[in-house]
């Protein structure tokens, strides 16, 4: 038989309905002030990462050109000018020695930074739901042996193995490694989570429903527990990124991480610890980006969860 | 006479017991034990018991969401229990069920409509009745299809519970508790809409409650349970009219009386002690521990369904139909039988 609609039925009474979720959301997070500030703090990082060849033209400079004119080798490679060179030529000054802009490194290295974190997130958020969903759905055996897992890189002292697989993979990306490596070493987190959301909705009634429906095992999975899996992994998602921003960052300064010419926050800093006295701005650049970004990304990630708190939430 | 819609024939269900660490195996949680049932085409049959008794682990198996350990089901002559997961989709079309709690039933991510097109999705039929159709069917507006579950209260959501059970035209519909989650004054109208969609498709019901009330309201047999075991089943009004079972007595002088004077001269039956535990059920008969009626051959003998009128059958050694009205439940005669 094929199906008759009849005529849409006009709703005047009713205004048009939007999903429970997403869009409601943002409107929930931008109801907190501390997190539209955050907001927008990320987002200008992000447009800084995707815009930094258009922000390095428009200083006219590039994060790897050397200006050896903006130091002074009789004061052993200091920047000349007050506030570690800041001029019209460079608006946040210059490398001591090297003398190269210190603002197109910056916004270079947000550009690392941003996407080593969310590459990092997007395997971690991919590993952890996939396998916690195998380990919450369908219990048993498979929860066993992912939960074993997932015990066991939890309680691996992540942060040496990583320095020494880092440093013992000679020739490789570096920028791949680290993705791989720290996506590796994150996903229980992701996992834990989920495994736990999907063990109760498993049991949860509307999959006894679907299941009285005659849904497969797959449809269970894909269209009844994953769309509520979506709140938590949002949550951990956002918590996570700022984490690998500072792991990338802690890597990269004990010269493990991204390597030189690729500009790097974490590089900066280590560059930077022995002229802090002299020149604290080549110091305090980089340290500040980071700082904004771990610590924007962290109060985003509060105020996602307090918004999906489910608790707030009329079920 | 036709063979049943349903038939389930000495269902066992028996959930393993671990403890400790080495999940050692400490005896089974025997939730259904023996259980035999028989539903015609268009009647409701009741299944009644207080908490703990099995009745939602009977409707489980029914619906085959657990496996039984023993015993065999029927649903329009096809045998249930010697076929695998995922059961076929003729078998699932003919058996729906309704949950007891119309929110945890609905999925929250899901529209109405995807609610209501998911059985056609599973089934792999297109929908032979629009979504809006269906929603007036079950009391709704054709606009509520594009909302989600929580802009519902506890009744409409039941609705649309009842309506995602009815879209693939069921033969029977096991319903779990569907009211008792409810408002009484919405557990009457969903009554009253399960009682009309039974005439409209000449639906079968398995209608589990513990509201004594309720399930007067709308079946045609009652059958009640204690321990994971019937022990009585009757027509509706032989049942509230004379039962024989000495539970069934105790459970009927619980419900209250409308009528003030009559509610005052109720005498009640108050059970001592607690249901027994199923995880070492007493020997004989399971109800004996609490039984005003027990005597020596109930502790050794466990007594078997049997028939004490045409269509009315009792496990009991020492049946006693209620000669009076339910106001008072218990005659003299059978007070007499209790000292003696």
Redesign the interface.
Known sequence: ??????AP?P?SD?P??I???ETSLLRRLLAQRSATVALAVVVLLVLIALAAPLIAWAAGSSPTEFHSDAVDPALGGLPRGTGGGISTQHWLGVEPGSGRDILARVVYGARVSLLIALLATAVSVALGTALGLAAGFFGGWTDTVVGRLMDLLMSFPALIFMIALISAAPGVNRQLLLVVVLGFFGWPYVGRIVRGQAMVLAR???V?????????RR?LLV??VL??L?GPVLVVATMSIPSYVATEAGLSFLGVGVRPPTPSWGQMIAAAVPWYAADPVYFLIPGGFLFATVLAFNVLGDAVRDALDPRS??? | MNAPLLEAHDLVKRFPVRHGLTRRLAGHVRAVDGVSLRVDAGETLGLVGESGCGKSTVA?LL?R?IEPTSGTISVAGRELTTMDE??P?PV??D???I???P????????TVRQILT??Y???GL?????V??LLVRVGL???HA???P??FSGGQAQRI?IA?ALA?RPKLVVCDEPVSALDVSVQAQILNLLKDLQQEYGLAYVFIAHDLGAVRQISTRVAVMYLGTVVETADRDTLYGSAAHPYTHALLSAVPLPDPDAERARERIVLRGDLPSPLTPPSGCPFRTRCPRAADRCATERPALSPIAPGHEVACHYPEPLTEQMSVPLSESSAEERTS
Request: glycine share 4%.
């Open positions: 038989m094929t199906a008759t609609l009849p039925v709703s009713t048009p309905r999903g429970p979720d949860g009634e509307f006894a429903a679907a299941r009285v429906l005659g849904a497969s449809a269209r009844e769309p509520n979506s939430r009329r079920r | 489980r619906t969401l995922p059961l989709r699932r079309r058996l729906q069920m949950f007891q709690d929110f945890s039933s609905l999925n929250p991510r899901q998911a059985p999705r599973y089934q297109t929908p032979d009745e629009p809006e159709d507006r054709p606009e594009a909302r989600y929580h802009e519970g995602r693939l």
